[in-house]
């Protein structure tokens, strides 16, 4: 169902207008806009960030092999999932592999920046449905089986309250998978300039799940592997004023593969069910709890 955000009404209809305050929804740039006042600068991230990831995310072993995880959490999931949301989809390489592990869902992308939506449309070909949203207000309640977001809450000052529209917009029964970066000691450079509002500590984001009515039924740790490396690169390069985050995801090609093939090494793992304790992110899988309030 639609909610609109002027008046909190909801309501079922073909166009984005109000039967109760006739509030219309507004096209910027040919998408839906429900925060057009943050379509073009905001304080989650960088505006030029999507120009930035178009570039780097198909060379990256980083976006690569986590795509690979997220199909397959999604499959074991969420599998018979009819209708999907990302929130905060930036240029859609991750709604590519959302397509692949729910080909016959209506797939739907949210994101705060217009700028990064005609990448995404590209990417889907036009078979999404695509708009620009604040993900603290999303404008729809027991509207999908599935929400998604990809290291996006820690851009948001106020997690708790994502988390609790997003529970507002699942079906009963419905659920969401979530990415974050863990390990407040990791705390670098890197962090600063991508805008970032914590770094998770383990557990946080599963208390943060509980308190908007999401029951946790898996959560796991990723990247663990690689932990050191990144360690150890972010207590040195990483703190310098002068320090380019991009570098860390332009390596040379047999490093790139090698980091690759770690990671998979790690999703195996994770197939079979395994938690693994600690690492860069933190994956988690919850499900709308019964008789929650929407």
Partial sequence: MKRCLACDAVYEADIWRCPK???????EDGFLSFAPALARDNDGMASNSHEQLQALQHGSFWFRARNRL???????????????????????????????????????????????????????????????????????????????????????????????QMAQALRAGGGVLLAVPQHPGLWSRNDDLAFHKRRY?????????????????????????????FALQR???????DHDPARELQLPWFVDRLFELLLDGE????????????????????????????
Wanted: hydrophobic share 40%.
């Fill in 21 to 27: 305050c006739d509030t219309l929804v507004p096209l």
């Fill in 70 to 164: 997220i199909t397959d959490l999604v499959r074991r999931y969420f599998a018979s999932s009819q209708r999907a949301l990302e929130v905060g989809c930036g240029t859609g390489f991750v709604l590519t592999a959302l397509r692949q592990a729910l080909p016959h869902a209506v797939l739907c992308g949210s994101e705060i920046y217009l700028n990064g939506l005609p990448y995404a449309h590209e990417r889907l070909k036009g078979a999404g449905q695509l708009f620009q949203m604040d993900a603290r207000a999303i404008p729809f309640r027991e509207e999908f089986d599935l929400l998604c977001a990809f290291d996006v809450l820690e851009h948001i000052e106020e997690d708790g309250l994502v988390l609790q």
């Fill in 201 to 229: 500590r383990r557990g946080e984001l599963e208390q943060k799940c509980a308190a908007a009515g999401l029951e946790v039924i898996f959560s796991t740790s990723f990247v663990t592997s690689l932990l050191p490396v």
């Fill in 235 to 241: 207590s040195t390069r990483s703190r310098s004023k």
């Fill in 267 to 294: 999703r195996q793992i994770i197939r079979l069910g395994a938690r693994l304790p600690a690492g860069g992110s933190r994956f988690v899988v919850a499900r709308k709890t019964p008789g929650a309030r929407s």
